[in-house]
């Protein structure tokens, strides 16, 4: 399928992470993603080199407690499912990136029966780095794009549950069709549930940007961000999940802390603080299987993991015992390695088919 310039343009920006996701590939960087966390394992306090942004000098708990303590080394060492949504609504139940408000309501209902806290991606950034108290077994809802049904149709479900989540902002799209508006997010903001992140200002692959538009992207959400809620953003969602290895120093220069990926696995500290992993949620996809996707080996003390182990039977003879394969799991693990794709070559099943601002532009 060709795309005319217009239409590219609204697959960059709309498609959502979603390329790399829905093609279940992950771009050049995933060539050097497993190298990122010897580079940034020891993360540095934030005071030293974002003196000279006044947004987190002085506001974070790590600026005060720089020292490694034992929690912190504790905190570090655990690996962490980090759950990615972008739409819950029931506009396209063909589209991966959409998630009815009933399966999420199951998703989160079955979260909490597993024993499982939510907490906050500023949660998560505070316990790797000062020491923050994690709950035993934590986790984190995470919406990329900011698509209206996350106030419309997943906050209340969140309030419900009195869940925590964070929600990443594309700030140009804000108040766009299908997408929140300012009030919408800062309601959300002020509920004290939901954490608003950055998701950049317009949502372009930043492999295909220089390291000036790659600043700017940062340095311009943030501080419309900031601005609208009066909160100081340290975290940002990478658009398509696509990173740029030589750009991550532009992330600690602009005043974040942390950024997250669309790899899939579980989050850990030794991953890189700018390469944090996380876990797509599916549509149809319980909450187990969801966990099983990304760790089918890590999750065997799961409390309701598929079984694995195969049954063993006798024939009828009463002779020589006969195997029966495991039951599928229904979400089949993915494989380590994956051939290269680039977005314009993913199907354009995305929600901009249903969801796109720019199409009234
Ligand atoms: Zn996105």
């Known amino acids: 399928m060709s795309y005319y310039p217009r239409l590219r343009h609204l697959l960059l920006s709309l498609t959502v992470c979603s390329l790399a996701l829905t093609s279940g ?63 819950i609504n029931t506009n396209d139940t063909n589209n991966s990136l959409i998630v009815t408000p009933e399966q999420f309501d199951k998703n989160v209902t079955d979260l909490l029966k597993n024993g499982y806290t939510p907490i906050t991606a500023t949660e998560l950034d505070l316990a790797w780095e000062s020491g923050h108290p994690l709950p035993s077994k934590p986790i984190l809802i995470t919406f990329d794009d900011g698509y209206e049904d996350n106030f419309t149709n997943a906050f209340p479900i969140l309030q419900k549950h009195k869940v ?34 950055s998701h950049s200002v317009t949502h372009r692959d930043i492999t295909r940007l220089s390291a000036k538009e790659f600043s700017a992207e940062l340095t311009e959400s943030k501080k419309a961000l900031e601005t609208e809620l009066k909160k100081t953003i340290t975290i940002f969602s990478y658009p398509y999940g696509q990173q740029k290895r030589a750009y991550m120093p532009i992330l600690k220069q602009a005043g974040y802390k942390m950024a997250f990926s669309t790899q899939t696995g579980l989050a850990s500290f030794t991953q890189g603080v700018y390469y944090v992993k996380r876990i797509k949620a599916m549509p149809e996809q319980s909450f187990v299987a969801i966990l099983q996707s990304a760790t089918p080996t890590k999750l065997t003390k799961a409390p309701a993991p598929p079984a694995k182990t195969p049954v063993v039977t006798t024939n009828k003879a009463g002779k020589a015992p006969v195997q029966t394969p495991p039951k599928p799991t229904g979400q089949p693990a993915k494989p380590t390695t994956r051939p290269p794709a680039s977005p314009a070559q993913a199907p354009p099943a995305d929600i901009q088919v249903s969801a796109a601002p720019e199409q009234t532009r």
């Open 25 to 87: 590939v992950f771009q050049p960087e995933q060539a050097f993603a497993d190298t990122v966390p010897t580079k940034t394992t020891q993360k540095t306090p934030p005071s030293a080199n974002n003196a000279a942004n006044p947004a987190t000098t002085g506001t974070h708990p790590a600026a005060q407690t720089p020292q490694t303590t034992n929690v912190t080394k504790q905190n570090r060492l655990k690996s962490i499912p980090v759950l990615m949504y972008h739409s």
């Open 164 to 197: 925590k989540a964070t929600i990443f902002i594309i700030t140009g799209s804000v108040g766009r069709r299908n997408y929140l508006t300012w009030d919408q997010i800062r309601t959300m903001h002020q509920s004290g549930l939901i954490d608003i992140e």
